[in-house]
């Protein structure tokens, strides 16, 4: 990226700092410079720090007891699960997603925080001759799955989501599902002077919260692929996992300050980071299909405002006149719903318009894609479905599998090249040096990123690197 380019990219983010989705931009753009992001990380924190309310934080005022109280609360989180799960087993409904097309609404908007998971600890790596940060750079490793295309997060994540069909989805999304992302990112690549708020978010992020048990739990039953939601519950755990080891980085790094005051104060202000922007609880509390299928709707209403004849009419409009304006399609929903093309809260089978678009000989069958038709679906259905009929009423997906094809033989050479200036550097700290950028958050889940990591366990923590292959 030329020069002009790059300062012009800087300045127009600096003027518009509220645009979340630009900054996430700006930060997985492997052009611009480490010290350009670090510029605009401390910028953008210090912007969101003077908003926080911070003092009322619910933190206990000895140090000494914080892994008592992350225990309580790890034993309580595990408390309310057993009640949701005998709420269940009596019969009770699943209380976060209805249906399928729901689970998927979910997925979609948490999409662009799951695709930065860990970030926030990358800066740390860069203290990796320092063995006080050893335990937040496991984390991070651990986070990155040790190399592993199959461990790592955000391949986990993106293979859910490729093989949902919900990629597309993703790109429609409103700016406010990229606050909390652009945090993470903007902690990332934060200078020296933040570690304690890095710190204090990641001992907030480590703990086990209630909503993450029952998500797991419910992706399950709905037949959809758990895993990383699931490894979330293992690897994070408070005996051995990320939750213990962010409480002994804690312990260790606080040790080492000498103004304690200021130290706490700002784990405080890290710790409450964790509540910008719109959280999971938050994201399930307002799952809305109808919005969802209106979208859907828009986007075909942009191919097809033109193909359809004229001899249809609804309140003497013709679809293609309903369809000229996104505007509309909305109102001309409402009219298929009122003419009962669309009766809500009943089998689909019973819709007009859902054979229109399922059966073969329908006139929109091959308009809507499987994932699509599955939203519709449960739209339409509602509460009506029963979770019986749940394999009869799940639409086939083809199933992707990324890892056969992440390895791209139209390389550029860069993985070749990083191999050579490896094997050929005979210094341990000019080896890690060179391997520290492919570990960044834009970088660490390509092919190039993952081989890089897997030499970065090999070298500075062996006994992961064992761990790797037996896993």
């Given at each position: 990226?030329?020069?002009?380019?790059?300062?012009?990219?800087?300045?127009w983010?600096?003027?518009?700092?509220?645009?979340?989705?630009?900054?996430?931009?700006?930060?997985?753009n492997?052009?611009?410079?480490?010290?350009?992001?670090?510029?605009?990380?401390?910028?953008?924190?210090?912007?969101?720090?003077?908003?926080?309310?911070?003092?009322?934080?619910?933190?206990?005022?000895?140090?000494?007891?914080?892994?008592?109280?992350?225990?309580?609360?790890?034993?309580?989180?595990?408390?309310?699960?057993?009640?949701?799960l005998?709420?269940?087993?009596?019969?009770?409904?699943?209380?976060?997603?209805?249906?399928?097309?729901?689970?998927?609404?979910?997925?979609?908007?948490?999409?662009?925080?799951?695709?930065?998971?860990?970030?926030?600890?990358?800066?740390?790596?860069?203290?990796?001759?320092?063995?006080?940060?050893?335990?937040?750079?496991?984390?991070y490793l651990?986070?990155?799955?040790?190399?592993?295309?199959?461990?790592?997060?955000?391949?986990?994540?993106?293979?859910?989501?490729?093989?949902?069909?919900?990629?597309?989805?993703?790109?429609?999304?409103?700016?406010?599902?990229?606050?909390?992302?652009?945090?993470?990112?903007?902690?990332?690549?934060?200078?020296?002077?933040?570690i304690?708020?890095?710190?204090?978010?990641?001992?907030?992020?480590?703990?086990?919260?209630?909503?993450?048990?029952?998500?797991?739990?419910?992706?399950?039953?709905?037949?959809?692929?758990?895993?990383?939601?699931?490894l979330?519950?293992?690897?994070?755990n408070?005996?051995?996992g990320?939750a213990?080891?962010?409480?002994k980085?804690?312990?260790?790094?606080?040790?080492?300050?000498?103004?304690?005051?200021?130290?706490?104060?700002?784990?405080?202000?890290?710790?409450?980071?964790?509540?910008k922007?719109?959280?999971?609880?938050?994201?399930?509390?307002?799952?809305?299909?109808?919005?969802?299928?209106?979208?859907?709707?828009?986007?075909?209403?942009?191919?097809?405002?033109?193909?359809?004849?004229?001899?249809?009419?609804?309140?003497?409009?013709?679809?293609?006149?309903?369809?000229?304006?996104?505007?509309?399609?909305?109102?001309?929903?409402?009219?298929?719903?009122?003419?009962?093309?669309?009766?809500?809260?009943?089998?689909?089978?019973?819709?007009?318009?859902?054979?229109?678009?399922?059966?073969e000989?329908?006139?929109?069958?091959?308009?809507?894609?499987?994932?699509?038709?599955?939203?519709?679906?449960?739209?339409?259905?509602?509460?009506?479905?029963?979770?019986?009929?749940?394999?009869?009423?799940?639409?086939?997906?083809?199933?992707k599998?990324k890892?056969?094809?992440?390895?791209?033989?139209?390389?550029?050479?860069?993985?070749?090249?990083?191999?050579?200036?490896?094997y050929?550097?005979?210094?341990?700290?000019?080896?890690?040096?060179?391997?520290?950028?492919?570990?960044?958050?834009h970088?660490?889940?390509?092919?190039?990123?993952?081989?890089?990591?897997?030499?970065?366990?090999?070298?500075?923590?062996?006994?992961?690197?064992?761990?790797?292959?037996?896993?």
């Amino acid at each position: 990226m030329p020069v002009a380019v790059k300062n012009k990219l800087l300045e127009w983010v600096d003027k518009n700092h509220q645009n979340y989705f630009d900054l996430v931009t700006f930060f997985l753009n492997g052009e611009v410079s480490i010290q350009e992001k670090e510029r605009k990380a401390s910028y953008f924190l210090k912007k969101e720090i003077q908003s926080l309310t911070y003092n009322s934080i619910d933190f206990p005022p000895d140090i000494s007891k914080i892994q008592d109280w992350i225990l309580e609360n790890n034993k309580f989180q595990c408390a309310e699960y057993q009640a949701y799960l005998e709420k269940r087993n009596r019969g009770a409904g699943r209380e976060y997603f209805k249906n399928v097309g729901q689970a998927f609404e979910f997925l979609i908007k948490v999409a662009p925080v799951k695709r930065v998971d860990g970030s926030w600890l990358f800066s740390i790596v860069h203290y990796w001759n320092d063995s006080v940060f050893r335990d937040l750079i496991q984390i991070y490793l651990e986070e990155l799955g040790l190399g592993l295309a199959t461990s790592n997060h955000v391949c986990l994540f993106d293979d859910l989501i490729l093989n949902l069909g919900l990629e597309h989805f993703v790109l429609d999304l409103e700016d406010e599902y990229y606050h909390q992302p652009a945090i993470q990112l903007a902690l990332a690549y934060a200078p020296p002077e933040f570690i304690p708020e890095i710190i204090g978010f990641n001992l907030a992020y480590e703990q086990l919260p209630l909503h993450l048990l029952i998500t797991n739990y419910e992706l399950q039953e709905l037949g959809i692929d758990s895993k990383y939601f699931n490894l979330h519950i293992t690897i994070d755990n408070i005996d051995n996992g990320h939750a213990h080891l962010s409480i002994k980085a804690f312990e260790k790094i606080y040790s080492k300050f000498n103004d304690k005051k200021s130290f706490i104060e700002k784990i405080k202000i890290g710790f409450t980071l964790n509540d910008k922007g719109l959280s999971s609880r938050q994201i399930i509390k307002n799952l809305n299909l109808d919005a969802l299928v209106i979208k859907i709707l828009k986007r075909k209403a942009l191919i097809g405002n033109v193909i359809h004849n004229d001899k249809c009419k609804f309140n003497n409009k013709t679809i293609n006149s309903w369809l000229a304006s996104p505007d509309s399609v909305e109102e001309f929903v409402e009219v298929l719903i009122d003419k009962k093309w669309i009766k809500l809260g009943c089998d689909p089978e019973e819709s007009r318009f859902w054979k229109l678009i399922n059966q073969e000989e329908g006139k929109m069958f091959g308009v809507f894609t499987a994932t699509e038709k599955q939203i519709i679906y449960d739209w339409i259905a509602g509460e009506s479905a029963q979770d019986a009929d749940l394999n009869a009423r799940r639409i086939q997906l083809d199933h992707k599998d990324k890892n056969n094809y992440m390895f791209s033989f139209l390389s550029d050479g860069e993985l070749e090249d990083i191999q050579h200036q490896i094997y050929e550097t005979g210094n341990l700290a000019m080896k890690i040096n060179k391997l520290l950028p492919y570990l960044a958050p834009h970088a660490h889940h390509r092919e190039t990123g993952l081989w890089c990591t897997q030499r970065f366990v090999d070298f500075l923590f062996p006994f992961l690197s064992h761990q790797k292959f037996t896993s």
